[in-house]
């Protein structure tokens, strides 16, 4: 046999019985040799059924070489006779070179017994051996070794060969018993390593993720969890169902959905939510059936992946979209809406100037704009919002702002309010028609939220940022770390903790009624107003208790308030002419006519070669341009013009004005900016504002907010 040979298939020996004598020699023996194995197959009870081998054999010894399948053979020695005593058990094992020097090739070859009658040495006898027999081990087509008798008095004859056969068969088939027994626990060991180790990975993999697994049997009881998110798995799972664990609404969802799987035994994938007294958790869940390998549905599994922050920027590029949404709203509507309340802005003040009233048409014209005015404010609000409007930084009086606030909600008698101001307020800079804006926004809201019944607490202090809990206002050129807050309280119901979050949501709105119902607009022009001052808005609500909002703004160092000179409330002008350039009919009467109120003369042209024939024949002495063309046209119309008349004075006016159109424009050559609907004061400033400031370049624009 080859060394590197690990298991030899032969055939079966030819030996047949001659008689019934051998026969009962073979049963008895075989009653030695399974008595001898009842027990076990170690190499004790080898021992023990070679024992009673040999001693079938009067006066001869006996050995038995077996392995496995690979490496050097286990020896087993019963020595009778002369033999020394020593010689049982003194070799243990046999290598496979050393077992293919033995002249054993014949029945190791060919499967048959082997008869050697000539003296040969072994290596473990001390004396050579005579009158060997030698058969080999072979089970279930499975080499295993050899067995043999050697020593004995006399050859063997084909009986003793017949019977060393047998016993070698039932020790080889006993062999093989054992060695499957031993390959299925090593395989199983092997199998079970795998798993374990498996399972740790899986384990491992599951800590580390925001995954949870479960099985549950076909009553939808918790059979097996894995990663059970913590308020869960206080209580033990198992045993319970969905309803034991979740709340009643979050159980009956899950239900429906792993019941469905149950009846179809299809797999189904939802986005649930789990409710708990402080929060909600969004989980991406996945349920499969559990099958046996009959097909049947014993349960079912669930793999649920916690998306909550998923859910969370989610909702947060939601708000986003809704904001830029409402920006693009602004820039569509906004020119044409502005337009169409310009008249019913103006002509009011004009018919008052020009006619005698009744006390009954004086109402309808205040009606009248009062209503307009509160069309364009919501017009203003959604600029904002899309932030598409512009306003230059100046000093803010953020106390007469408020004081303003105050008087502009007209709050009625039965609503009382407080004020704590500090003796010195550090200078801010900003819009102060934004912030007039948010303050009113707010006190207005508070109003509201008390039924037109308690008390507001307008409260002013300065403090550091660094102090802020929230967080301070972003650093930026010329500010410090200093910021003023402003909180303005009511003692109404308060804001319910799952609206909290809601609230400054572009278009939302907690009142229901027609009569209250706003446009949902207020607190998100508030925060975006404040943000764009680099400023925070933060709420804090309790139900039952009231509301606080508190507005922090940085200190500007930079921002050191301008000594203004009294003018008129209408400065009138002298005769200069003004030529309007816009083609909407209606606008222009109305401009004509506060420029006629206002002591100047107006022409209009519609079209842009109409102006520059104008400029060459009759120039006048200013010229007011509606921005109805396209930016790049409205550049290129103001570069000819600075090309044609460096001197001409040139004012524009826009419905959807932006920090970038007002630099661009500025920087071309236009000395002022209005924002339409245009009144009788903002003209009339404009206008003397523009004659008395020579030509210059556009000051830079400090932040995205309409006037």
């Known amino acids: 046999m080859g060394a590197d040979r690990n298991v030899l298939t032969a055939r079966r020996g030819a030996v047949t019985h001659t008689d019934a004598h051998a026969d009962d020699r073979w049963l008895a023996l075989r009653g030695q040799i399974a008595h001898a194995l009842i027990t076990d197959t170690s190499a004790a009870a080898y021992r023990d059924a070679l024992g009673a081998i040999t001693d079938s054999f009067s006066g001869s010894s006996g050995i038995m070489a077996y392995r496995p ?55 473990w006898s001390d004396v050579p051996v005579h009158y060997a027999m030698v058969a080999p081990l072979i089970g279930c087509d499975m080499m295993f070794g050899f067995l043999a008798v050697y020593n004995g008095s006399e050859p063997y004859s084909n009986d003793g060969a017949s019977l060393l056969m047998q016993a070698a068969s039932y020790l080889a088939h006993a062999m093989a018993e054992r060695f499957e027994r031993e ?33 549950q049997d076909r009553d939808l009881r918790y059979t097996w969890t894995y990663n059970l998110h913590p308020h869960l798995a206080l209580n033990d799972p198992i045993g319970k169902t ?65 998306v909550t922050l998923h859910k969370q920027i989610e909702q947060t590029l939601e708000r986003s979209r809704r904001l830029e949404y409402a920006g693009q709203l602004a820039g569509q509507i906004a020119h044409d809406f502005n337009n169409l309340l310009g008249p019913l802005i103006g002509y009011p003040d004009l018919i008052r100037m020009q006619e005698r009233l009744s006390d009954k048409t004086g109402q309808m014209l205040d009606d009248m704009e009062s209503v307009a005015s509160q069309m364009a404010a919501i017009s203003q609000d959604l600029l904002t919002l899309g932030r598409r409007g512009y306003y230059n930084l100046e000093p803010l009086d953020i106390i007469g702002i408020l004081d303003r606030a105050v008087r502009t909600c007209e709050l009625p008698d039965t609503i009382t309010v407080h004020r704590t101001y500090p003796n010195d307020v550090p200078n801010l800079c900003g819009g102060s028609g934004q912030m007039l804006r948010v303050f009113s926004n707010l006190l207005c809201n508070a109003a509201d939220a008390m039924n037109k019944s308690g008390t507001i607490t307008i409260t002013v202090d300065t403090r550091s940022t660094n102090d802020d809990k929230n967080g301070g206002p972003p650093d930026r050129d010329g500010s410090s770390d200093e910021c003023v807050r402003i909180a303005i309280s009511d003692d109404g119901p308060g804001i319910p903790e799952n609206l909290i979050d809601r609230i ?78 816009s083609d909407d009919g209606v606008q222009n009467r109305l401009i004509s006519h506060l420029l006629h109120l206002l002591n100047y003369k107006s022409d209009d042209v519609a079209t842009e070669s109409e102006l520059f024939q104008r400029l060459q024949s ?34 524009v006016m826009s419905g959807q004005p932006t920090s970038e159109t007002v630099l661009e424009t500025m920087k071309v050559g236009a000395r002022e900016f209005l924002s339409k609907p245009v009144d009788l004061a903002t003209l009339s400033h404009a206008l003397q504002t523009a004659l008395k400031s020579p030509a210059r370049e556009a000051q830079p624009v400090a932040h995205r907010s309409p006037v």
């Open 618 to 651: 009759n120039p006048p002495e200013l010229v007011l341009i509606d921005m109805a063309f396209g930016m790049e046209d409205m550049l290129s119309v103001l570069r000819q013009v600075r090309a044609t008349r460096p001197e001409q004075i040139v004012l």
């Open 242 to 306: 969905d309803y034991d664990l979740l709340p009643p609404e979050d159980a009956a969802r899950f239900t429906e959905v792993k019941q469905d799987v149950l009846s179809t035994g299809q797999s189904r994938r939802r986005e649930l939510a789990v409710h708990s007294a402080d929060h909600v958790r969004y989980y991406d869940v996945n349920i499969e059936p559990l099958m046996d390998r009959t097909g049947s549905i014993l349960g079912i599994t669930t793999a649920a992946t916690d």
């Open 183 to 215: 390959l299925t626990d090593i395989e199983l060991a092997k199998n079970r390593a795998a798993y374990l180790k498996s399972e740790e990975r899986l384990r491992v993999a599951l800590k580390n993720s925001p995954i949870i697994v479960t099985h």
């Open 504 to 581: 400054f949501e572009p278009f939302y709105t907690s009142k229901k009624s027609d009569k209250k119902r706003g446009s949902g607009l207020g607190l998100s022009v508030v925060k975006t107003v404040v943000e764009d001052h680099g400023g925070t808005v933060t709420v804090d609500s309790t139900v039952g208790v009231g509301t606080t909002f508190y507005v922090q703004l940085p200190v500007r160092e930079d921002a050191v308030p301008e000594t203004k000179e009294t003018v008129p409330a209408h400065p009138m002008g002298r005769g200069e002419t003004v030529l309007i350039v």
């Open 69 to 123: 399948f690979s490496g050097d053979y286990n020896i087993i020695v019963s020595s009778s006779g002369d033999e020394s005593a020593a010689t049982n058990g003194r070799l243990s094992t046999m290598g496979v070179e050393e077992l293919n020097r033995l002249p054993y090739q014949q029945a190791l070859e060919q499967g048959v017994v082997c008869h050697l009658n000539e003296p040969h040495d072994v290596p």
